[in-house]
T-cell receptor, first 110, second 117 residues
Framework: QKEVEQNSGPLSVPEGAIASLNCTYSDRGSQSFFWYRQYSGKSPELIMFIYSNGDKEDGRFTAQLNKASQYVSLLIRDSQPSDSATYLCAVSNTGNQFYFGTGTSLTVIP | DAMVIQNPRYQVTQFGKPVTLSCSQTLNHNVMYWYQQKSSQAPKLLFHYYDKDFNNEADTPDNFQSRRPNTSFCFLDIRSPGLGDAAMYLC????????????????FGPGTRLTVL
């Protein structure tokens, strides 16, 4: 399977701070990029998707994509304790397959 | 509400005893996926269907089979479960790839936790 790499963490940030999550991928043919949040024992839920180079903002979340560097990131502003979860990066090529990283565990400290 | 449903939520089976996990969707999506996720690991794609077109990942063991009898339902059959097959099994759906080459979002069911005794 194609490689998707994430720093497993754990990443700890104080409440109200910015959390920065990073992801690199190996397949240069990848076209579609997703961030999912997964709480312990639950299934992944979509936070954001991004297709084009640059930034995409949705509320407190900003996804950043740099295809030349094969790098995608997620910024969470004004982090809340409820943001504490594992964040999964997923990458899709042109064949409908999705490949996931192992996730970064985020803890927001009140 | 449109959704992805998995049954059962928890399944216990014995070593070597065949088991079937079920997934259904009301989203009318073309693509259905099965993933295996072990603790602290990435979801691992086992296979996916685009409509009735089956796509197997190269490293999916032969012990895992799948059926999609219609648009709404997809089944995962584990022919002879081993202890190493204990995991969360996730079903997901998607509209699939657009003409642009970009892939639409996946939506996950709640998962089935499989225990092998």
């Amino acid at each position: 399977q194609k490689e998707v790499e994430q720093n497993s963490g754990p990443l700890s940030v104080p409440e109200g701070a910015i959390a920065s999550l990073n992801c690199t991928y190996s397949d240069r043919g990848s076209q579609s990029f997703f961030w999912y949040r997964q709480y312990s024992g639950k299934s992944p839920e979509l936070i954001m998707f991004i297709y084009s180079n640059g930034d995409k903002e949705d509320g407190r979340f900003t996804a950043q994509l740099n295809k030349a560097s094969q790098y995608v990131s997620l910024l969470i502003r004004d982090s809340q304790p409820s943001d504490s979860a594992t964040y999964l990066c997923a990458v899709s090529n042109t064949g409908n397959q999705f490949y996931f990283g192992t996730g970064t565990s985020l803890t927001v400290i009140p | 509400d449109a959704m992805v449903i998995q049954n059962p939520r928890y399944q216990v089976t014995q070593f070597g005893k065949p088991v079937t996990l079920s997934c259904s969707q009301t989203l009318n999506h073309n693509v259905m996926y099965w993933y295996q996720q072990k603790s602290s690991q990435a979801p691992k794609l086992l296979f996916h269907y685009y409509d009735k077109d089956f796509n197997n990942e190269a490293d999916t063991p032969d012990n895992f089979q799948s059926r999609r009898p219609n648009t709404s339902f997809c089944f995962l059959d584990i022919r002879s479960p081993g202890l190493g097959d204990a995991a969360m099994y996730l079903c997901a759906t998607s509209r699939g790839m657009r003409a642009s080459g970009r892939t639409d979002t996946q939506y996950f069911g709640p998962g089935t936790r499989l225990t092998v005794l």
